[in-house]
């Protein structure tokens, strides 16, 4: 009766038990009222919601208003190997945090065994009783232990495998965002490429064109060999322009079919131009990021799995009490083994309980408790980085979106000059009023220009997926 009210006892002490974890408190980071590059407000079709970073996110994808993107985005959240490995990372942390919890609960164990023994020949206090016979002990118990949870060991082990675990959710979908990010960017990429070689592709057939041109001239008598030479020249340059373009092409093609889990001579895009403008995105507040990045995420649950090991490092420091039992049968011989006299039980010393108390460890568990406590300074300032560099990654993607947004409109301005400029010097060699090196010349910057408005556009689109996903993605 004694030794089940002990039991009792120390079973409500453990419930009652306090964590010697040190209370949670999530560093402070100076975060400014808005941010420094953002453009004036727009209207746009970006819906914001309530930032929460554990919300399933949107398919933020869908505004960009492209069929072939979608399909794209969503083949690679099913099929890209890197996804598929952070998802079994996320579960291991999930086996983890079951195999923590299993301590709160008794463990029990069934043993059973044999053996073949020689009674000693001298008995203390009895002398020598000559020769005894080898006998034989057969036995099955049943053994349980538990361990008193008075001081939060199993308690804080418990949460910080939940807080890895929490974590490694948060990475696995930052790793998503990710993934939707490049399959986005370098999609629109392969569309500027498509555009850039429409430009060069319509330059190369002028070219040729001129170059017929200029030889019908030239068998004429018109012209010199010079004027020729320099038109074939250009024509060169403009088909070594275009092969560039399609080896680039073919690169971004096959990193895409990496990114959606294919081999790369399975894939294949259809060509077709990039046109339009991207979406305008509102940036938000500064302080929405701390709750919709999930790399933010992640962190502040890697700082909260550090202190919940403090925790368990300072436990070690105080009694471990477990409370052990065994039941079963043991006999000499098999036969009886199961008989009602077979029966034997015991339970641990001390009334129940078995407690150790750590006197001397060589320095052992301040070692240990310095090491959690450093690991936590560490996570910290982890945390503190994560958050500056989400800030940086917002202000890279609002001044590209805001530089870019100028080039746009002079780089168009440069088109109409440099066109105008190539159709004047034509005109003028038309009329032998110029040589040909200075049809070449404006005709060479028609078509930089040219290029470089389509690039511009390019740059729009993938500084726009940038800014997205620094924000964190989208609800």
Same mark, same amino acid.
């Given at each position: 009766?004694?030794?089940?009210?002990?039991?009792?006892?120390?079973?409500?002490?453990?419930?009652?038990g306090?964590?010697?974890?040190?209370?949670?408190e999530?560093? %402070?980071?100076d975060?400014?009222?808005?941010?420094?590059?953002?453009?004036? *407000?727009?209207?746009?079709?970006?819906?914001?919601?309530?930032p929460?970073?554990?919300?399933?996110?949107?398919?933020?994808?869908?505004?960009?208003?492209?069929?072939?993107?979608?399909?794209?985005?969503?083949?690679?959240?099913?099929?890209?190997?890197?996804?598929?490995?952070?998802?079994?990372?996320?579960?291991?942390?999930?086996?983890?945090?079951?195999?923590?919890?299993a301590?709160?609960?008794?463990?029990?164990?069934l043993?059973?065994?044999?053996?073949?023994?020689?009674?000693p020949g001298?008995? *203390?206090?009895?002398?020598?009783?000559?020769?005894?016979?080898p006998?034989?002990?057969?036995?099955?118990?049943?053994?349980?232990?538990?361990?008193?949870?008075?001081?939060?060991?199993?308690?804080?082990?418990?949460?910080?495998s939940?807080?890895?675990?929490?974590?490694?959710?948060?990475?696995?979908?930052?790793?998503?965002?990710?993934?939707?990010?490049? %399959?986005?960017?370098?999609?629109?990429?392969?569309r500027?490429?498509?555009?850039?070689?429409?430009v060069?592709?319509?330059a190369?057939?002028?070219?040729?064109e001129?170059?017929?041109?200029?030889?019908?001239?030239?068998?004429?008598?018109?012209?010199?060999?010079?004027?020729?030479?320099?038109?074939?020249?250009?024509?060169?340059?403009a088909?070594?322009?275009?092969?560039?373009?399609?080896?680039?092409?073919?690169?971004?093609?096959h990193?895409?079919?990496?990114?959606?889990?294919?081999p790369?001579?399975a894939?294949?895009?259809?060509?077709?131009?990039?046109?339009?403008?991207p979406?305008?995105?509102?940036?938000?507040?500064?302080?929405?990021?701390?709750?919709?990045? *999930?790399?933010?995420a992640?962190?502040e649950?890697?700082?909260?799995?550090?202190?919940?090991?403090?925790?368990?490092?300072k436990a070690?420091?105080?009694?471990?009490?477990?409370?052990?039992?065994?039941?079963g049968?043991?006999?000499?011989?098999?036969?009886?083994?199961f008989?009602?006299?077979?029966?034997?039980?015991?339970?641990?010393?001390?009334?129940?309980?078995?407690?150790?108390?750590? %006197?001397?460890?060589g320095?052992?568990?301040?070692?240990?408790?310095?090491?959690?406590?450093?690991?936590?300074?560490?996570?910290?300032?982890a945390?503190?980085?994560?958050?500056l560099g989400?800030?940086?990654?917002?202000?890279?993607?609002?001044?590209?979106?805001?530089?870019?947004?100028?080039?746009?409109?002079?780089?168009?301005?440069?088109?109409?000059?440099a066109?105008?400029?190539?159709?004047?010097?034509?005109?003028?060699y038309?009329?032998?009023?110029?040589?040909y090196?200075?049809?070449?010349?404006?005709?060479?910057?028609?078509l930089n220009?040219?290029r470089?408005?389509?690039?511009?556009?390019?740059?729009?689109?993938?500084?726009t997926?940038a800014l997205?996903?620094s924000l964190?993605?989208?609800?």
């Amino acid at each position: 009766m004694k030794s089940r009210k002990l039991i009792v006892t120390c079973i409500g002490l453990a419930l009652a038990g306090c964590s010697l974890a040190p209370p949670l408190e999530t560093p %402070v980071v100076d975060m400014p009222a808005a941010y420094k590059e953002a453009l004036p *407000p727009v209207e746009g079709n970006w819906q914001e919601a309530a930032p929460a970073d554990g919300v399933t996110r949107g398919e933020w994808w869908a505004i960009f208003g492209d069929p072939v993107l979608s399909a794209l985005v969503t083949e690679a959240g099913t099929a890209n190997q890197d996804l598929l490995a952070a998802a079994e990372r996320v579960e291991q942390s999930r086996t983890l945090v079951r195999s923590a919890e299993a301590e709160r609960l008794p463990r029990v164990d069934l043993g059973t065994g044999a053996a073949r023994a020689q009674p000693p020949g001298v008995v *203390p206090g009895f002398g020598g009783i000559g020769g005894l016979p080898p006998y034989e002990l057969y036995q099955a118990k049943l053994s349980a232990s538990y361990e008193v949870d008075l001081f939060g060991r199993v308690r804080d082990s418990v949460r910080a495998s939940e807080a890895d675990l929490a974590a490694q959710q948060a990475l696995y979908e930052s790793l998503k965002l990710t993934l939707q990010a490049d %399959v986005a960017r370098t999609y629109f990429l392969a569309r500027q490429l498509d555009a850039e070689r429409e430009v060069v592709g319509e330059a190369v057939r002028l070219r040729e064109e001129r170059v017929r041109i200029l030889e019908r001239r030239l068998a004429a008598g018109d012209i010199g060999e010079l004027d020729l030479a320099r038109a074939r020249a250009e024509l060169a340059n403009a088909r070594t322009d275009a092969l560039s373009l399609e080896r680039a092409r073919g690169q971004y093609e096959h990193a895409l079919a990496t990114l959606l889990g294919r081999p790369a001579a399975a894939f294949t895009l259809a060509p077709l131009p990039l046109a339009g403008v991207p979406p305008a995105v509102p940036a938000g507040l500064p302080s929405q990021l701390l709750e919709r990045r *999930p790399d933010i995420a992640a962190a502040e649950r890697r700082l909260a799995a550090s202190n919940s090991r403090i925790g368990v490092a300072k436990a070690a420091f105080y009694p471990l009490i477990n409370l052990t039992a065994d039941a079963g049968v043991a006999a000499s011989d098999i036969g009886d083994l199961f008989e009602w006299s077979a029966r034997t039980w015991t339970l641990g010393p001390l009334g129940a309980a078995l407690m150790t108390l750590p %006197v001397f460890d060589g320095g052992r568990n301040e070692a240990n408790l310095a090491r959690a406590e450093s690991a936590l300074r560490e996570e910290t300032a982890a945390y503190r980085q994560t958050v500056l560099g989400a800030l940086a990654e917002v202000e890279d993607a609002l001044i590209g979106l805001r530089t870019l947004a100028g080039q746009s409109g002079t780089v168009g301005d440069t088109q109409q000059a440099a066109k105008r400029a190539a159709d004047i010097a034509q005109q003028r060699y038309d009329a032998g009023a110029t040589g040909y090196l200075d049809v070449v010349d404006a005709q060479r910057e028609a078509l930089n220009a040219d290029r470089l408005a389509v690039q511009v556009g390019g740059a729009r689109f993938a500084a726009t997926v940038a800014l997205i996903k620094s924000l964190g993605g989208g609800w």
